[in-house]
């Protein structure tokens, strides 16, 4: 039996073109199968389809059909954030650049826990990191899996730098990933301020930071640049005013909302965020990555010190002291890709201007749909987008039915929208991050949820 061709190598190229070509003839053909922009039939129909697709997971003879007929079930069952009626979460279309890098990646398969993994990839990280945390006013960054990830070490630098003696505040507009870091980090019950804007209530940050009886420092406030919901942005100017007067620590979740700083019309919207000691940023958001790409940028990396850990076999001292990087102190994670590239391709190909008009257009998209949503008597529009989401229900409908409106369109594979609370009342949410989609789509997407909505 000869040996499976390998994806690097002398042989590389030569063995990944076919199957390169089987690959994408299968994302073409089960897209082609779906026929929209989710599998119809709901959880059920999808998982049988899955099931017959796999058949034996391990046979005891392989079958050379694998490729094909697997990307094909997966395609065919995928939800497609490519089609612009897939509209539901903060999961954008990656660029196709971005996507050939991440092959590259793969194929490449270093990894960036000790310098002699991944020479390169080391030194392009850093690079990288650097420069995207000094376009937000910040001094370096680490890279992450995701907002949740970055959350997480934020409060984990803030522990450790004040010594543990921390406590988080944040609002209840907050990602739940930042409540859940408090509590995996065994630090105090958080302190919820009230958001009934969907944003953070001033009055009330205040008066949870007067009435702190901790030392200076014990408190780290978190604020939201892009709440999931809604997308809607703190108060950031005010925040950081309120953090320095009673010498709190500012961490400004911009997981959705960083990658405005792109953008000239709109990186205003993110004044305030040089003022952080540390900011969460997701590139597979408003970046147009293939997941993940996301990133912690701190204010000072002395703060970066505290992950640092000792094993010899990947950075023993005689090793640093003749020069080779140590790479275990950027990041919690050993065994890690290097991410960075198809970020670094993106930014390089596209430019600033690039990914600036990716953002208009998307922001100028979701302005669209509010416009229809306000000039139609059959919704009602939760309020003007601050970046690119949208709320919006059927006029006079109860929360039941706005709900099985949502699941109806998934049920029947027709289109994806996402649901948000607010204000007491459940809407039907559409985070626009396609720079493809067209007023027509829009205008398609209204007439669904009209026709689906029980009257």
Not at 111 to 117: A, G, V
């Amino acid at each position: 039996m000869s040996t499976p061709p390998l994806a690097s190598g002398h042989e590389g190229p030569g063995a990944l073109r076919p199957l390169l070509d089987t690959v994408l003839d299968a994302l073409d053909s089960g897209r082609r199968a779906r026929g929209g922009p989710l599998p119809a039939g709901g959880p059920r129909a999808v998982a049988a389809r899955v099931r017959d697709a796999v058949g034996d997971v391990l046979p005891d003879q392989g079958d050379p059909d694998a490729l094909r007929a697997l990307v094909h079930a997966l395609a065919e069952g995928a939800a497609d954030p490519a089609d612009p009626l897939c509209a539901a979460h903060l999961h954008c279309p990656p660029l196709a650049v971005a996507t050939a890098a991440d092959l590259a990646t793969s194929a490449l398969n270093q990894s960036l826990d000790s310098w002699d993994q991944a020479p390169a990839a080391s030194e392009l990280e850093a690079v990288v990191t650097r420069e995207l945390a000094h376009e937000i006013g910040l001094s370096d960054s680490v890279v992450t899996t995701g907002g949740t990830e970055s959350n997480q070490l934020a409060l984990l630098l803030a522990r450790e730098v004040h010594a543990g003696g921390v406590r988080l505040v944040c609002g209840a507009n907050a990602h739940h990933s930042l409540p859940r870091a408090a509590w995996l980090l065994g630090l105090p019950e958080p302190v919820i301020v009230p958001a009934p804007t969907g944003t953070i209530d001033l009055a009330a940050l205040h008066e949870a930071l007067t009435g702190n009886s901790g030392p200076r420092g014990s408190l780290v406030v978190a604020a939201t640049a892009g709440t999931t919901d809604a997308g809607l942005i703190d108060p950031l100017p005010e925040i950081a005013g309120l953090c320095a007067a009673h010498g709190a620590r500012l961490h400004i979740d911009a997981a959705h909302g960083g990658g405005l700083v792109f953008s000239d019309r709109h990186r205003d919207k993110l004044t305030g965020l040089e003022a952080a000691h540390t900011v969460t940023l997701d590139l597979h958001k408003l970046g147009w990555q293939p997941v993940a790409a996301g990133l912690l940028a701190v204010r000072h990396p002395r703060d970066l010190a505290v992950l640092h850990q000792r094993a010899d076999y990947l950075n023993a001292d005689d090793d640093i002291e003749a020069g080779l990087p140590d790479l275990l102190g950027r990041s919690l994670r050993t065994t890690r890709r290097p991410d960075i590239l198809k970020v670094a391709v993106t930014l390089k190909t596209l430019g600033r201007s690039g990914l600036g008009a990716l953002v208009d257009q998307v922001c100028a998209r979701a302005r669209e749909l509010a416009d229809l949503l306000r000039d139609h008597p059959g919704f009602e529009l939760y309020d003007r987008p601050t970046i690119s989401t949208v709320l919006f229900r059927p006029a006079g409908a109860p929360d039941d039915a706005v709900a099985a409106v949502r699941r109806k369109l998934l049920a029947d594979g027709r289109a994806v929208l996402g649901r948000a609370r607010l204000g007491d009342r459940l809407w039907l949410k559409a985070t626009l991050l396609n720079p493809d989609t067209r007023p027509e789509d829009l205008t398609a997407l209204l007439k669904l949820v009209e026709g689906s909505t029980p009257r």
